[in-house]
T-cell receptor, first 111, second 116 residues
Framework: GENVEQHPSTLSVQEGDSAVIKCTYS??????FPWYKQELGKRPQLIID?????GEKKDQRIAVTLNKTAKHFSLHITETQPEDSAVYFC??????????FGRGTSLIVHP | KAGVTQTPRYLIKTRGQQVTLSCSPI?????VSWYQQTPGQGLQFLFE???????NKGNFPGRFSGRQFSNSRSEMNVSTLELGDSALYLC???????????????FGEGSWLTVV
């Protein structure tokens, strides 16, 4: 099965700073790379995703970059705001077609 | 359009009992999957159903089971509850099975299970 590692587990930044979360996976057949955001007490929601034939995708203040050779992809959040505080999960999809979730990164944005 | 609905939202059970959780997917979605979420462990895949058939199963003991009905609604059951089964159980639905671009997975609010 897919082994997924997410770093860091906790990230504390000042409002306006950038935040980067990295996800490493093991299944070379992985071809879909989503990121989910889960606010406290709420459901996880997809915030951005990328397919293996694309190296980078941007949506306003968030972006995802993919390095298939090194088997990792990263979530980038620029100009962070307090409402970005949440737990972020990567969930690459490999040959099983089932998302394998990382353990999550707790992002804290201080006003 | 209504989102994924899970019932009950909160429940407390005693060790050894069994529990049934229910999930109604988004209208038109035929795939339902279940996840267990515990602090520090992320989301662990339980099983996935499509057209009333279990397509995939995660690495959980046989005490965890599920089913899907013809209207795509799904239930999961945990028998002989253990303290370690205390968790948030999340249901997710999508148009078709498998995570992929264009086949977004939508989660319900979850069912909080506490085993005492």
């Amino acid at each position: 099965g897919e082994n997924v590692e997410q770093h860091p587990s906790t990230l504390s930044v000042q409002e306006g700073d950038s935040a980067v979360i990295k996800c490493t996976y093991s299944d070379s057949a992985s071809n879909y790379f989503p990121w989910y955001k889960q606010e406290l007490g709420k459901r996880p929601q997809l915030i951005i995703d990328i397919r293996s034939n694309v190296g980078e995708k941007k949506d306003q203040r968030i972006a995802v970059t993919l390095n298939k050779t090194a088997k990792h992809f990263s979530l980038h959040i620029t100009e962070t705001q307090p409402e970005d505080s949440a737990v972020y999960f990567c969930a690459p999809v490999g040959g099983s077609y089932i998302p394998t979730f990382g353990r999550g990164t707790s992002l804290i944005v201080h006003p | 359009k209504a989102g994924v609905t899970q019932t009950p939202r909160y429940l407390i059970k005693t060790r050894g009992q069994q529990v049934t959780l229910s999930c109604s997917p988004i209208s038109g979605h035929r795939s339902v999957s279940w996840y267990q979420q515990t602090p520090g462990q992320g989301l662990q895949f339980l099983f996935e159903y499509f057209s009333e058939t279990q397509r995939n199963k995660g690495n959980f003991p046989g005490r965890f089971s599920g089913r899907q009905f013809s209207n795509s609604r799904s239930e999961m059951n945990v028998s002989t509850l253990e303290l370690g089964d205390s968790a948030l159980y999340l249901c997710a639905s999508s148009l078709v099975p498998g995570g992929d671009f264009g086949n977004t997975i939508y989660f319900g609010e979850g069912s909080w299970l506490t085993v005492v």
